[in-house]
């Protein structure tokens, strides 16, 4: 809403082609600035462990109100964080029973995501090459797998060779994790023709 305003205003003062120098400044100075700064040490606080990171959490949060005089910073940016398959064991997780657990399809036709057929895609990729030579090849491609709706598949021809990467664009529900845990960044998300993307009816 803060972009959409900001938008609109410079649109109306005849600015539609500079900067939004307002937008920050909007966000800077609302109510969803002070929540995302009172929490930020949250996630680095855990990061140390349940007890430790519940310990300190908690006088940042209880004692200190959120105002600590340290922001915590992430020692890695997160997509360099990923495993590679020769280090880990493939989990099976049970078939969703539609009852506690559910298949991606499903959710995703509940959050009712469309986007037009001939917007120009928000999806794209730097290097073609890079889902089969590196994702696959050392990581299994974990898009398949961290992308909760099905946007990413490796499909193959029927012999099972030549496997590639299909981009089921119009399944995106804009949570953005493919732009951050991409291991090589190699996926670039950016915001959708306007109107696209999840329309949950009861939110
Ligand atoms: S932003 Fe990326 S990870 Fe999230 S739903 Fe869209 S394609 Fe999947």
Not at 127 to 147: G, M
Request: charged share 25%; net charge negative; proline share 7%.
């Amino acid at each position: 809403m803060l972009a959409a305003e900001a938008a609109s205003e410079a649109v109306q003062a005849g600015r539609a082609a500079d900067e939004l120098a307002a937008y920050p400044e909007s966000f800077r100075a609302s109510w969803l600035y002070d929540e995302l700064h009172r929490a930020r040490n949250f996630k680095p606080w855990m990061a140390k462990g349940l007890y430790t990171g519940s310990l300190m959490f908690g006088i940042d949060q209880i004692v200190l109100g959120g105002r600590a005089p340290w922001t915590l910073r992430h020692r890695h940016a997160d997509h360099e964080t990923l495993k590679k398959k020769t280090e880990v064991q493939p989990i099976e997780y049970p078939r969703p029973d539609g009852v506690i657990s559910f298949d991606r399809n499903s959710s995703v036709y509940l959050s009712g995501t469309n986007h037009e057929e001939n917007q120009p895609v928000h999806l794209t990729l730097k290097d073609a090459t890079v889902p089969v030579k590196i994702n696959l090849e050392l990581y299994d491609a974990p898009e398949q797998r961290y992308c909760p709706a099905g946007v990413y598949e490796i499909v193959r021809d029927a012999d099972g060779a030549n496997p590639r990467l299909q981009i089921n664009a119009q399944n995106c529900v804009h949570c953005k994790t493919c732009d951050i845990k991409d291991p090589t960044q190699n996926i670039v998300w950016v915001a959708p023709e306007g109107g696209g993307g999840p329309n949950y009816p009861n939110m």
